[in-house]
């Protein structure tokens, strides 16, 4: 199992952009999926984005296509969510998630993945 740790949220007005990132530590030598997911107040989490071990396969939901942008380097163990042309409807807290794959090229996230950060706020203002 690995730790996970987010960083990169903040507030930010509709329109512009955040790059949150998640620091991936312990059992970094096995193979992991990793995945964003948020959840704004009063609803349940839904997923954003995912990218494979080999990072060439990627997936998003049709709410962020064309804005967000996943990303990861495995020599720095991390992961990156590139957010531009945020919106109000954005605001929530961003989860990172990982789950390990014997696979490299599959980037499927299950609802409960092995692994979940601790979460970092986005607040888009209109």
């Known amino acids: 199992q690995v730790q996970l740790v987010e960083s990169g949220g903040g507030l930010v007005q509709a329109g512009g952009s955040l790059r949150l990132s998640c620091a991936v530590s312990g059992r970094t030598s096995d193979k992991y999926a990793m995945g964003w997911f948020r959840q704004a107040p009063g609803q349940e989490r839904e997923f954003v984005a995912a990218i494979s071990w080999s990072g060439t396969s990627r997936y998003y939901a049709n709410s962020v296509k064309d804005r967000f942008t996943i990303s990861r380097e495995n020599a720095k163990n991390t992961v990156f969510l590139q957010m531009n042309n945020l919106k109000p409807a954005d605001t929530a807290v961003y989860y990172c998630?990982?789950?390990?794959?014997?696979?490299?090229?599959?980037?499927?996230?299950?609802?409960?993945?092995?692994?979940w950060g601790q979460g970092t706020q986005v607040t888009v203002s209109s």
């Open positions: 998630a990982a789950d390990r794959v014997a696979d490299s090229n599959q980037w499927y996230i299950p609802d409960a993945p092995d692994s």
